[in-house]
């Protein structure tokens, strides 16, 4: 079991941001189950954890409970919940990550979320068919995630996916259902906070994937706020006397403005290598076809 816990624990360390977000979604639905579990067998009901983190719907009470726009969206009650948000995550933030940095991946996710529980809130104070429900709360990863499907399938809609019993499809129209089936779900009373959320995460997704098409980078702002909360949790060192010169880092614009580049070169490789064959190829086109291929 130790060595079990020692290679989650090595696996999230060395693991990308996507590795990440999934980790914790998991572990704060494993740590909440077992919490609820002990409340339950000792008659623990003052305080129901699920309601305690997730967005409430009621203005005063969310002025009182100011962190949970980022809570909920770590936050799921049921497994298959978990499960189908976590394989979305998994599935379009593999696509993600191939054009941008795990630092915009994990800012989008943070400002889908926030998106989601604003448009939650507005929605359920001021649209009469929400005004009149009972006040409530909610909870999962869900607009988050949407920011990530919509953001990857619109800044790279022509990527494909082969999916069971259908073939393949490119991503831009698996996002576009992915909506509409939201949209058409306002007037349902099953669930009608969740959806409502998923089209503030989607549409968050949607400009973040035009901005950057046009050279602005709308994650910029909250990956420098998440820069300085993970330094405040890190252990503070002593500076050193030795001075020691670092090469300037690349930016996030720069890193995904190089990548994107090298794609595009690689997929006019590969219409050159379609069209003619392998033979028509510089060395150095083999060279970066080769070198695109160990990646």
Known sequence: MADFIERLKQRYKTGSVMTRLIFINVFVFIIL??????????NIYALDLITFLGV???IPLLLDRIWTPVTYMFVHEGF???LFNMLWLYWFGQIFMQYFTGRTLGSLYVLGGLAGAIL???AFNTIPYYTGMERGWMIGASAAVMAIVMGAAFYRPDVQLNLLFVGTVKIVYIAIFAFLLD???LGNPMNPGGHVAHIGGALLGYFFAIQYKNGNDITRWMSKVIDWFVGLL???RHPSKMKVKHARQETDW???????????EIDAILDKLKQSGYSSLSSEEKRKLFDASKK
């Open 33 to 42: 189950k077992i919490v609820t579990v002990i409340f339950t067998l000792f």
């Open 56 to 58: 409430p719907s009621h």
């Open 80 to 82: 298959l919940h978990l």
């Open 120 to 122: 939650y809130v507005i």
């Open 183 to 185: 949209f058409l779900s």
């Open 234 to 236: 890190k252990p503070r």
């Open 254 to 264: 720069e890193y995904n403005k190089r990548k994107h580049t090298e794609q595009e």
